[in-house]
T-cell receptor, first 111, second 115 residues
């Protein structure tokens, strides 16, 4: 079983602050995705990273895949209330056709 | 381009009954995944279908089953419903996840309530 541990579980910050969310595993993944989910809706794909050490930027969001492809981080600069939601990481292991999701980080950005 | 669609949006059943949930993937996507998300919890992988075949199955009892049709749409069946089956059931579709940059695209979910 390839478990993905996300931290922190909950995060409440003020508008304008920066934050980092972590996704860690003891297993190697072929690729890793980040999603954002709002209440009552399905998760929305934000980014996929596939290369160890890869960094991708999406406006104020920066995603990094660890060199060993076992971990990833999501950094948000100058958070806004619209960033509020559940952030999920998911790892794909091509060797056993397995997609695993972390439990998520619930982010609240207060105006 | 239409996204992943699921029906019904809400479903109320009683214990012991059967539920059927449906999913239509994004056009061109051959893989369909089913997940269970209980209230306040993460996504638990249920089933993965690709090209009409079951490719992988999560740690769920056999009363959770499904199939994929030739047009790549999919059905999830839950037999002998139990109270703890109450959850949001999410369907996702994708191209081959082995392709660089591929990811899953989710539908809005079916909220199942078992009374």
């Amino acid at each position: 079983t390839q478990l993905l541990e996300q931290s922190p579980q909950f995060l409440s910050i003020q508008e304008g602050e920066n934050l980092t969310v972590y996704c860690n595993s003891s297993s190697v993944f072929s690729s890793l995705q980040w999603y954002r989910q709002e209440p009552g809706e399905g998760p929305v794909l934000l980014v996929t990273v596939v290369t160890g050490g890869e960094v991708k930027k999406l406006k104020r969001l920066t995603f990094q895949f660890g060199d060993a492809r076992k971990d990833s981080s999501l950094h948000i600069t100058a958070a806004q209330p619209g960033d509020t939601g559940l952030y999920l990481c998911a790892g794909w292991a091509s060797g056993n056709n397995d997609m695993r999701f972390g439990a998520g980080t619930r982010l609240t950005v207060k105006p | 381009e239409a996204g992943v669609t699921q029906s019904p949006t809400h479903l109320i059943k009683t214990r012991g009954q059967q539920a059927t949930l449906r999913c239509s993937p994004i056009s061109g996507h051959t893989s369909v995944y089913w997940y269970q998300q209980a209230l306040g919890l993460g996504l638990q992988f249920l089933l993965w279908y690709d090209e009409g075949e079951e490719r992988n199955r999560g740690n769920f009892p056999p009363r959770f089953s499904g199939r994929q049709f030739p047009n790549y749409s999919s059905e999830l069946n839950v037999n002998a419903l139990e109270l703890e089956d109450s959850a949001l059931y999410l369907c996702a579709s994708s191209l081959d996840l082995g392709l660089a940059g591929a990811g899953q695209y989710f539908g809005p979910g079916t909220r199942l309530l078992v009374l």
